[in-house]
């Protein structure tokens, strides 16, 4: 589906907990053909600071709304979260490619599917673990600490098996995210490994988890960010490496196949 | 009455006639393609296209864009598949969209380039007219064409020779006279000039002490550049005779009419369309009323018209 | 423990010795008397008055500022009382003030006018400093000295040979090439260059169609012009040896670094003053804050330390 | 006393009417020194833009609160009007001159200082009256229409005697303040003529105030607006022609005696 540029009515932009928040804002078109892993591009203000949109992924979507979970970490964010229910926000979207799921999960049993997220990076996997609910994925969830892990609920309510890691090991495991997905791995050797990988996360984060399922020559798909001008395919200043040339990573991504990207 | 008779937004440039003034500027437009569905792409006035080079660019490393106090900074490099990609893969559709399309062009190492590119692009009927980028400031050059005289009229003149189509020099603002470069292309026989293209500029990641831009150094746009544009067009238009598509930080109509006022015969939009893809239309339907309301029939009777101000 | 060594603040500007590297520019602090009361001026680096002329100067029209896109423009016309009564009724509130001072000067008319005022200035001890003003875009010429690497090469040998006092040669960013300049000003003497005074820039009130500056054009400073202002800096860094103090735009400590890593000695905080006159000071402790966190015992080691950007 | 630079509280940020607000914030040493025809410059919201200060007259004080009363007209207004009561305002002040009364009010009878106000011009002048309540100033508002009339009934509990007039005639006289000051002063040729008139408005509406106020030889102080960078007398921007050469409107201003004005 094309997208489209539209003021759409904010229904609820709540704070979550720290600096993280949630806004849902009404849009029909949007709500129905969004699909996991696109993103909108938020004018979060009126006027010129911050001057360019900010790219936010659907975190779900129900009925004609449309979610979205973000951390204030700047400009942008902060005046997005003092938006008021009831006001308009000019959203562009839904862009991107999205996680491919249908094609591929279709032949996978239970289980065989493994969301890994890095702190933001839950936003967009919960939508794409609502779709593949029934292959009963596992999240891996990693945060720096307790309070900053996200969706754990939302996950678990859609019947995944969730385990968490913090880096102060505040709550669940200790360490990275990573290191929770290698050890996941090396146990399930025998139970019959996982065989796709879902990521989002910091870049840092998704260069070790392409190593891990390369290693283990497990098929990943990674939600990948970059600064974005546009967010649409025109300014081409999104580029990332891959084994055919630079790509877009708001047009030919944010999602790349693992195989894909020179890392 | 006045107020109510139909104003004509259209200008000519060179051959070229325009049914109204205003365009999307070279490579924040793609080749229109990417704005299906956020636009009606046959209303506008014209399209420039990304620049095309002879052979496919990868264009330069990233980050490649970043985001400065009302403006940004983009170093893509001229990023674009090469002429004969362009004609079969980008051409067509912008052919069926039946309004006047401007490649802009620009020569990789040796200026000869623009021969052979002018070549081709001259067989071409749609081809209305054809921008000569001599200001790109992500190419690693250490000089720009635009920023010599003598090196932008020996170039003009050359193209001149090779077509009779509408020909648009764009000049650099890293300059210290654009008035000079402006006559010397009029002189070497350009239809006209376009004012701006980015300010040469660096930003500084100060956590990472590095440049945002992969190429460390990255062209400016945006509102932040609108004064220093407006300026430009003013200083050419009272030096040269030919027409100014003038362009640099205009987002709404008000943006637009300080260029017309400073001596535009057209404007350019380029970062808005990132913000809000509809800036262009907006401004067409922005100049039909303004001119409307005050009685404006027709647009050469408001460029280049400001008045001293009287405290 | 290095965390907690006291950095040390201090630069050399040729003979110039700055406590601090943070100054206030030109024009935008007036002769420091109208902050008496706002900030604690003995903290300042260095204080540079505003530019002084040999006879008194009414300057331009009014009006001589707008506001514009993170910036502003000016057309003061350097209105300034005159040599005489500078030294006679502004010098000694600033000698008070026991911190270096520095003179910016310019002619009117003649480059002779340089000679004179420097002849006047080189007597007077607590002038620890000359900046030459020779990028002022408020008067009206059609050329700047400092546009011409040969007549900055002319005037800054000429004034070398009057005054054994630090020289500081301030540059306009309007050029083709800032480092071809700032070469002919190291080359002929001068100690430093004080980079960037404003941009050439116009804004229009489409009500009025007419330049919201009396004058029509005005000069372009505060945030917007940073990134080109940083660029000039590191381009300037890469060519010359010479201590660049840095300036446009910067506003806060994370502005000023920027201005560091690409290669200033020291730093002017110019628009800023009119905002947030404490900003100056406010640098200052944020310098010493960022030197004791990351260990940094002395400025020169993040002059110019700039890294390449990986993505 | 010397200006000064603090984050003051704000007390109350209220519409009063169309697009006029009133703002109190809190700073004892700011309403212990402010005068009639004093300014402060506001930093209207944070970030860049718009990047200048704004210059509001102190329209009253009271204890320890300044009260400012503005037109929101562009956006450094409109986002000043959108700040919120216990949030801490950026201001500097009190700036400027201020109106000259003491000296010159002592010798005068009553109701022989006329107050001209034209829109927004009412602002200064409310704290003037205060000042000079004693004398039963007699006060002039000039406005557009009905609604823009402001703070007639403050000059009214304060004592003054309050003519309106409005450019559509839906409140009081029909026309120009300064036509109902020609008028006013030839009525009261016989009862002895005014001796001082003060006014603050639209710069057309000053000079001919003080067009008028020369033909009958009265003297006369008009408050000033011009764009000001700074407010504080170091930029030099924000000059106006005197007998005397350019004036700072910012520190030798805002308020001028009419004869010192080449108008
Ligand atoms: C496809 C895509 C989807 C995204 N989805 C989400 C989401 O669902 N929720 C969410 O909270 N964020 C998401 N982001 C990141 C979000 O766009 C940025 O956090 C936001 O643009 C920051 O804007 P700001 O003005 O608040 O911060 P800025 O003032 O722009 O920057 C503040 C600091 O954050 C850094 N920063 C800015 N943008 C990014 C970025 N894209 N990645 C990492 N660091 C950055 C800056 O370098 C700066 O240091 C997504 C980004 C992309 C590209
Ligand atoms: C000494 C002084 C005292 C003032 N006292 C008050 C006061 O008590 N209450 C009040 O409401 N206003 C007062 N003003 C005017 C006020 O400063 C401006 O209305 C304000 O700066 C507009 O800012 P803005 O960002 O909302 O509008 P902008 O976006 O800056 O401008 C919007 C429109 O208003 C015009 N404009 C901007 N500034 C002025 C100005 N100074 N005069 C006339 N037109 C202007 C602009 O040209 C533009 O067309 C005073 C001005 C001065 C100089
Ligand atoms: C991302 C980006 C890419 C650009 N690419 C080109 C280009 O390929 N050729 C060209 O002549 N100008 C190019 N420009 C310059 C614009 O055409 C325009 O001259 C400049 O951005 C000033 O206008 P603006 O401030 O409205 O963007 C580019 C600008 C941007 C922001
Ligand atoms: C109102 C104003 C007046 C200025 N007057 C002078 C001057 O007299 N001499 C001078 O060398 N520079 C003058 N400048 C330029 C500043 O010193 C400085 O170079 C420029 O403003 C860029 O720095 P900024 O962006 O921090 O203001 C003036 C700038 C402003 C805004
Ligand atoms: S952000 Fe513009 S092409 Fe991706
Ligand atoms: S506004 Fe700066 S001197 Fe008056």
Same mark, same amino acid.
């Given at each position: ?16 907990? !720290? ?210 001008? !546009? ?33 | @009455? ?5 104003? +004509? ?37 014209? $399209? ?12 330069? %490393? ?9 403006? @940004?900074?983009?170093? $893509? ?27 802009? $062009? ?32 992500? @190419? ?27 020909? $648009? ?24 000039? *376009?004012?701006? +293209? ?26 932040? %550049?609108?004064?220093? *544009? ?9 030096? %040269? ?5 003038? @362009? ?15 001596? =535009? ?9 990132? %913000?809000?893809?509809? *800036?262009?239309?907006?401004?067409? =339907? ?7 309301? +005050? ?17």
């Amino acid at each position: 589906m094309e997208a489209v540029q539209l003021k759409a009515k904010i229904i609820s932009n709540k704070k979550l907990k !720290c600096n993280y928040w949630y806004l849902e804002f009404d849009s029909r078109i949007i709500a129905k053909s969004a699909l996991p892993g696109q993103f909108i591009e938020v004018k979060t203000g009126n006027g010129i600071d911050p001057l360019l949109r900010r790219p936010i992924s659907v975190h779900s979507v129900s009925g004609t709304q449309v979610k979205l979970v973000y951390e204030v970490i700047g400009k942008g964010t902060q005046i997005l979260s003092e938006r008021k229910p009831g006001a308009f926000l000019d959203v562009i979207g839904p862009l991107g490619n999205g996680f491919e799921y249908n094609r591929l999960t279709k032949k996978l049993d239970k289980q065989k599917t493994i969301l890994v997220a890095g702190g933001m990076g839950v936003a967009p996997l919960v939508f794409l673990a609502e779709k593949i609910k029934s292959h009963r994925p596992v999240v891996l969830i990693g945060a720096r600490n307790k309070e900053q892990v996200l969706c754990a609920q939302e996950f678990k309510d859609l019947g995944c098996k969730v385990i968490i890691t913090t880096d102060d090991g505040s709550l669940g495991f200790k360490g990275r995210v990573t290191e929770l997905l290698k050890g996941f791995l090396s146990e399930n050797q025998k139970t019959g490994k996982p065989e796709h990988i879902y990521a989002c996360g910091p870049q840092p984060m998704l260069k070790t988890v392409v190593q891990i399922s390369r290693e283990n020559n497990i098929a990943s798909q990674l939600s990948l960010e970059t600064h974005m001008a !546009c967010g649409f395919g025109v300014c081409l200043g999104c580029v990332v490496s891959t084994k055919t040339g630079y790509k877009r990573v708001c047009k030919d991504g944010p999602v790349f196949m693992g195989k894909e990207l020179i890392w | @009455m006045v107020k109510h008779a139909k104003p +004509n937004l259209s200008v000519n440039i060179g051959s070229l006639v325009l049914r109204n003034p205003v365009m999307v500027a070279s490579g924040t437009f793609g080749y229109a393609e990417e704005f299906k569905g956020l636009l009606d792409l046959k209303k506008l006035g014209a $399209i420039v296209t990304k620049t095309i080079t002879i052979k496919p660019r990868h264009g330069n %490393i990233s980050p490649r864009t970043c985001e400065t106090p009302a403006g @940004m900074l983009n170093s $893509i490099g001229l990023e674009n598949p090469g002429i004969d990609s362009f004609i079969k893969n980008k051409l067509p559709f912008l052919k069926k969209l039946g309004i006047p399309i401007i490649v802009s $062009i620009a020569a990789e190492d040796d200026p000869g380039e623009f021969y052979i590119l002018v070549g081709q692009l001259d067989k071409i009927n749609e081809v209305c007219a054809i921008e000569l980028n001599i200001s790109c400031p992500n @190419m690693q050059k250490n000089k720009l064409i635009s920023q010599d005289a003598g090196e932008t009229s020996a170039l003009v003149s050359a193209v001149r020779k090779l077509t009779k189509k509408c020909l $648009i020099t764009k000049l650099s603002p890293n300059v210290t006279s654009i008035s000079d470069i402006a006559l010397a292309a009029q002189e070497a026989g350009s239809d006209a000039v *376009a004012l701006i +293209n980015t300010l040469s500029g660096m930003s500084i990641d100060v956590y990472k002490r590095a440049s945002k831009i992969g190429s460390w150094v990255g062209g400016l746009s945006g509102p932040a %550049i609108r004064p220093i *544009a407006v300026k430009m067009v003013w200083e050419a238009y009272n030096k %040269i005779k030919i027409p100014i598509i003038g @362009m640099g930080g205009i987002m709404d109509i008000e943006n637009a009419l300080e260029f017309f006022f400073a001596g =535009s015969t057209a404007i350019s939009v380029g970062t808005a369309n990132f %913000i809000n893809p509809r *800036a262009s239309l907006e401004i067409i =339907s922005g100049l039909e009323k303004y001119m409307a309301d +005050n009685g404006i029939l027709n647009l050469s009777n408001i460029t280049g018209k400001l008045k001293a101000c009287e405290d």
